[in-house]
């Protein structure tokens, strides 16, 4: 099992630049979730999928940010244009309810963002 | 609406002492899950313990354990032997039956050679 792959690991942009973070969830998983962590406001959900169609989206802070989930191994999310304020690190996870009820979130590395 | 408190920003320890992290939460719902998280510096965020709250009995994981106190809505996570490794953020979190999570906002623990 590899885990849930994001990619890229660093990005730095500048502002007013489209950028595009990816997620692989892990095979099998129904659920896939986009949280931002900063130091101010911790964890924070933004938006979680169930077999690719988005439930949740009421932490996307703006229009400015837009998710996508084409099939059961891809997701997306982008931010259009950026902001410093968009800094962060950007996690995805993803998780199995089929498995069992209490099966807790996998969690990929992270994407520190920094826009500049 | 579900809540999570980590009223301890920030502890120590000395190596092979015991350590207990603080979590409280608020929720109208009967049956739920509740998990700690360590995330070290490198920034994955680890799964460390898992409770179900129909379960009266603590969960334990080798050196980690809870107390958990569902009437008091009180999920504290007990580190033994601690090692230089815990070093990390500890996070609290809370699944409802809906299958949405709330963390709290970590507690960062630091082991003291």
């Known amino acids: 099992d590899a885990g849930v792959i994001q990619s890229p690991r660093h990005e730095v942009t500048e502002m007013g630049q489209e950028v595009t973070l990816r997620c692989k969830p892990i095979?099998?998983?129904?659920?896939l979730f986009w949280y931002r962590q900063t130091m101010m406001r911790g964890l924070e959900l933004l938006i979680y999928f169930n077999n690719n169609v988005p439930i949740d989206d009421s932490g996307m802070p703006e229009d400015r940010f837009s998710a996508k989930m084409p099939n059961a191994s891809f997701s997306t999310l982008k931010i259009q244009p950026s902001e410093p304020r968009d800094s962060a690190v950007y996690f995805c996870a993803s998780r199995s309810r089929v498995s069992s009820y209490n099966s807790p979130l996998h969690f990929g590395n992270g994407t520190r963002l920094t826009v500049t | 609406a579900q809540t999570v408190t980590q009223s301890q920003p920030e502890m120590s320890v000395q190596e092979a002492e015991t350590v207990t992290l603080s979590c409280t939460y608020d929720t109208s719902e009967s049956n739920y899950y509740l998990f700690w998280y360590k995330q070290p510096p490198s920034r994955q965020m680890i799964l460390v313990i898992r409770?179900?709250?129909?379960?009266?009995q603590n969960a334990t994981e080798n050196r980690f354990s809870v107390n958990f106190q569902k009437a008091a809505k009180s999920f504290s996570l007990k580190i033994s032997d601690s090692q230089l490794g815990d070093t990390a953020m500890y996070f609290c979190a809370f699944m409802n039956p809906g299958n949405q999570f709330y963390f709290g906002t970590g507690t960062s623990l630091t082991v003291i050679p």
């Open positions: 409770q179900e709250a129909y379960k009266q």
């Open positions: 095979s099998g998983h129904d659920y």
